[in-house]
């Protein structure tokens, strides 16, 4: 992967990204999909944003190699406060880090939300509370999509503020839009997901310390949920 050639996963996240976008791409890492939305002419501006200071110099040595420093701003910050107000972001890529991680930065930096953001999130796990975050804060899905490359599955959830959702408990789940679309890949994962989760219980059934019913019970229903949506039609 490199500034030209990205990754399957953020590719399908570039997608995502409505031209003449002003990007801010926070935990940018090497800063690959700035610069390759750059070169393609979709966003106008970007910012990319770090917070540790090895991936920082990266953004900032493929934004210069690339002749993009006067496009592409690379800001050493933690979460949104890369973000400054005269930046006029338009769309919020926040991708590969946590659900829960994503969920942190976009609740510690609300303050830096105009509420006019897409939002473009690819959380490695971690979706139910994320997707809870956005019904939380008035963000309607508007985009899901489950895609699997090199053996891993991975999510993108788009967002916008919108009128008050509500999404069920299971909508929070497996996504509300995932659950009318029942693609191919995402069914491929919930089939895996359900054989792991079986395994998990029947490790718990023989551990040696009694696990909390709690937790067993928490399994068993995600079970229950996966076999009624493997199984309905
Ligand atoms: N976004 C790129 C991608 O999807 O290929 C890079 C993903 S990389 C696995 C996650 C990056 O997020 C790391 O470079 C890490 O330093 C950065 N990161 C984690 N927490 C952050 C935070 N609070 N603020 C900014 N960057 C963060």
Redesign the pocket.
């Known amino acids: 992967m490199n500034e030209q050639t990205l990754s399957m996963r953020?590719e399908r996240v570039a997608a995502q990204v409505p031209v003449g976008a002003r990007l801010a791409?926070?935990?940018?890492?090497h800063g690959?999909?700035p610069v390759a939305l750059m070169h393609r002419g979709v966003i106008t501006a970007a910012v990319a944003?770090?917070?540790?200071l090895t991936?920082f110099h990266a953004a900032a040595r493929t934004v210069r190699e690339n002749d993009l420093e006067r496009q592409i701003t690379v800001r050493l910050?933690?979460?949104l406060d890369?973000i400054e107000s005269t930046d006029g972001i338009t769309a919020i890529s926040l991708?590969?880090?946590g659900g829960e991680?994503i969920r942190d930065?976009l609740e510690s930096g609300k303050a830096r939300l105009n509420g006019r953001e897409r939002l473009i999130l690819?959380p490695n796990g971690g979706e139910q509370p994320l997707r809870q975050w956005l019904m939380d804060n008035g963000y309607r899905i508007l985009f899901e999509e489950v895609l699997r490359e090199n053996r891993f599955d991975y999510e993108i959830i788009v967002a916008e503020r919108a009128e008050p959702v509500t999404y069920t408990a299971e909508e929070l789940y497996f996504g509300p839009l995932q659950l009318q679309a029942r693609s191919p890949a995402f069914l491929d994962k919930w089939q895996r997901r359900l054989r792991q989760k079986q395994k998990t219980l029947s490790h718990f059934a023989k551990a040696q310390q009694a696990v909390p019913e709690a937790t067993v019970q928490d399994i068993a229903r995600q079970i229950r949920w996966i076999n009624e949506l493997l199984t309905t039609p």
């Open positions: 953020l791409d926070i935990g940018s890492d690959y999909l944003g770090e917070v540790a991936p910050a933690n979460g890369a991708c590969g880090m991680t930065i690819q």
